[in-house]
């Protein structure tokens, strides 16, 4: 769970759970395995910037900062639009 870009890391394979983004969180989808956005739809920024780089994402998840701890196992079908934490 991300809430600022600044001096953030992510290990390749993490999910990036963050309440919106704009460009300055792109250099954190490079190693982000998939999405998870609390605001937004099919034409923000990290929906469009996930599929750029062929990443699952699932955006529009009321609270999901709040729900998903840093650390916790996610699954995330950006297909179906479902993320389960495990």
């Known amino acids: 769970v991300i809430l600022d870009p600044h001096d953030a890391r992510l290990s390749p394979g993490e999910i990036l759970v963050a309440p919106s983004t704009d460009p300055g969180w792109t250099p954190l989808f490079l190693?982000?395995?998939g999405l998870v956005?609390?605001?937004g739809?099919?034409?923000a920024h990290g929906a469009i910037v996930a599929r750029e780089y062929g990443i699952p994402a699932v955006v529009g998840v009321a609270g999901a900062t709040?729900?998903?701890?840093?650390g916790s196992r996610v699954t995330l079908d950006?297909?179906?639009?479902?993320?389960?934490i495990e």
């Open 41 to 43: 739809g099919a034409m």
């Open 66 to 70: 709040e729900r998903i701890a840093t």
């Open 78 to 84: 950006g297909t179906a639009g479902t993320v389960v």
């Open 37 to 39: 956005m609390e605001v």
């Open 31 to 33: 190693t982000a395995a």
